[in-house]
């Protein structure tokens, strides 16, 4: 269990024998029947927590297998002279897709990423890998991510996947997530 997690048991007299679990941002949140016992609901939170982790480590790599990935992509196509310090997945980035901190060197996904295609990953890491040489949006910042082969296309697919989003009613937060004055992001 991630160790930013905090537990938070819903006790529920509708509920009578399921047990359910999900995450919250950093709150790890376990459903149980109102009846349970501390000792059945320690067992149980103790269990479902175990699930979850299972299930999230089949689904998406963790951040050592990121990091190392961003390594590859920044010798193969950036020329391998600025390397990330620190690559990782998070969980509060609901209109980004990732951010970078250049003086040191952090970069930032979204686990909403984790789901797509690899190229697309690449193509997210590649373009913060790129911010950690230029922090702007400017022309030689693009002539620099596009070294990457993938990289019209990965913005084709990121760009409808926002769109498919917003026409299912997703909403997305904007002022939540302000950024450090040393950052930057990669927006939808």
Same mark, same amino acid.
């Given at each position: =269990?991630?160790?930013? *997690? $905090?537990?938070? #048991? ?7 024998? *399921? ?6 941002? /950093?709150?790890t !949140? ?5 009846? +349970?016992?501390?000792?059945?609901? $320690?067992?149980?939170?103790?269990q =479902?927590?175990? $699930? @979850?982790?299972a299930?999230e ?15 590859? @992509? ?8 600025? @390397? ?27 686990r909403?990423?984790?789901? =797509?295609?690899?190229w697309?990953?690449?193509?997210? @890491? #590649?373009h913060?890998? %790129? ?8 022309? /030689?910042?693009?002539d620099? !991510? ?14 409808? +996947?926002? %769109? ?19 950052e930057?992001? +990669?927006?939808e």
């Amino acid at each position: =269990m991630p160790s930013n *997690t $905090k537990i938070e #048991v819903r006790r529920s007299p509708r509920r009578r024998r *399921t047990v359910s679990a999900y995450r919250d941002g /950093d709150t790890t !949140v376990v459903l149980v029947p109102a009846t +349970f016992s501390r000792a059945e609901e $320690k067992r149980w939170v103790d269990q =479902m927590l175990q $699930k @979850l982790d299972a299930r999230e480590g089949r689904r998406r790599p963790g951040d050592r297998e990121l990091h190392a990935r961003a390594v590859e @992509l920044a010798e193969r196509y950036l020329g391998g002279t600025r @390397l990330p310090d620190s690559v990782r997945w998070v969980d509060n980035q609901n209109s980004r897709w990732g951010s970078c901190t250049p003086d040191t060197g952090t970069i930032r996904i979204s686990r909403r990423v984790a789901g =797509m295609p690899a190229w697309v990953v690449d193509y997210v @890491l #590649v373009h913060e890998l %790129a911010h950690l040489h230029i922090p702007h949006h400017g022309r /030689d910042f693009w002539d620099l !991510v596009r070294r990457y082969p993938k990289a019209d296309r990965a913005r084709g697919y990121l760009e409808g +996947f926002s %769109a498919g989003s917003r026409s299912e009613g997703c909403a997305h937060a904007e002022e939540d997530e302000d950024l450090e004055a040393d950052e930057v992001a +990669f927006e939808e």
